[in-house]
């Protein structure tokens, strides 16, 4: 069975066969994808762009993209074919939301247009939705900054083999192209429009690293700030006084269409306007449940002091999310509840000594939705947040009250480090700034600066989790190691350094 997205071959227009068989060599430059797993479906996805930089390269027609699904590399074993329409409202991206496969199986995938084949990409069913046993490969990654480095850590990420790779925020950065930077944005400026989203898109396509892990593992996907403006907050930009309201409008419209044109999601991602819909949940067997966030949509503007982020009508999620998000973790079946949120949710107290210091845009930022949370937590299975946002590795407990240092720890929190953001840090000096904080923050477990991700192997027992860095993101190559072990126990909140 076909998802909305694919259907049996159709007669074209003239236009549409007239494109078919005159496409480009390169016409699959940003190479495959897929995402979003379920325990018979597989989005799968590609974007046909020979001219990736300038737009795409394409004629203004429908494209059709046929799709083969096979259970063998060598596709001797196709199990689904079908075709797509690359259609040029939404860059000729296509989206095949495939059914009808079997849980827990390994399955390969490769498009064709116009006479061209795209490079083969592997992906991964979830396991059966009963299924109480074995074991979930997840890779968290976020935050990948095009001219702070190379997206060296997907290299060590793909020898990993993941499951699912995670990706919770700030796959690219809208910031201005700077001479200086190891490799420069393309374009002359920020982003604002579809044209320019989409070029900035394609150009972090092009990283070889993202582009074979892309290839390698299914991706479940949210975006932060960067995608779309710094620290924007619903419908509110970092500037207001540079950017009206119906010109940030007009830029969110931009920035999402460009975001679900390039993620392997589902047809409930398409955009409307300056909205898209990308809080979800998804189900691996009974070992996990994974609840996919969006920290940025809905939540009120950020405070500016302390009395403001107490305020009890700030929100981060909004009204229904919320209740979406406690309903999810309540009636779960699951041994883990993960969450998915793009900012840290333990506190960060900057300020040596006495007093406290936050970040606003983060959870510190609204706190009585925050404790609500960790309050709730104490009926939950075995809750684990999974962060970017920060640049830096922090595995914290989750506290119910951070006011209280004697509280109760209900759960755990691990922030992944970049990618690539920030670059290569000066350790020397990023100890000397935050190591005098770490008695204002007993719930740190580990605070590191290296560049990478975080790898967990999650079973009913216990979750693994290893911080995977690299030595430098400054060349294309880089020698990749395990910084820290950690464990969670079922049934016992917290985490430890092994």
Known sequence: MLGAAASAQLWLPAT??????????????????????????????????????NGGGMPDAVVPVQFELAEDERFRKVVRRGTAQARPEYGHSVHVDVRGLRPGR?????????????????????????SSGGDLRLALASCQNWQHGYF???????????????????????SVPSATALRRHEGTGEPYTLAQYRNRYAQYRSDPD???????????????????????????????????????EARLAAAYQAYYEHMPVRATAVPTGAHIRMYRRLEFGRLARLNVLDTRQYRSDQATSQAGAMDPSLTMLGAAQKQWLLDGLHDSPARWNLIASQIMMAETDL????????????????????????????SVRNPVVLTGDRHLTMVSDLKEDFANPQSAVVGAEFVGTSISSNGDQDQDAFR??????????????????HRGYHLFDIRRDGIDAQVRVVDTVRRPTSTPSTLARLRLEAGRPGVEVV
């Open 16 to 53: 549409a066969r007239a494109a078919e068989n005159s496409l480009p060599e390169g016409v699959f430059s940003l190479g495959v994808a897929s995402g979003d797993p379920l325990p018979d479906g597989i989005v799968l996805w590609t974007r046909l762009a020979p001219d990736p930089l």
């Open 106 to 130: 390994r399955y390969w995938y490769r498009f064709r247009a116009g006479g061209r084949i795209s490079p083969v990409g592997r992906t991964r069913t979830a396991p059966h939705p009963y």
């Open 152 to 174: 060296t850590p997907y290299a060590d990420m793909l020898a990993q083999d993941p499951d699912v790779v995670l990706f919770v925020g700030d796959y690219i950065y809208e």
């Open 210 to 248: 993202l582009a074979a892990m892309h290839a390698g593992a299914p991706f479940v996907v949210t975006f932060d700030d960067h995608e779309v403006d710094n620290d924007f907050a619903g419908e509110i930009p970092q500037d207001p006084a540079k950017q009206p309201h119906d010109a940030f």
């Open 351 to 378: 300020l040596v000594g006495e007093g406290k210091q936050w970040f606003y845009d983060a959870w510190d930022g609204y706190q009585a939705e925050r404790n609500q949370f960790l309050k709730e937590f104490r």
């Open 432 to 449: 000397r700034e935050w190591d005098p904080r770490r008695a204002d923050n007993p719930h740190w477990k580990l605070l590191d600066a």
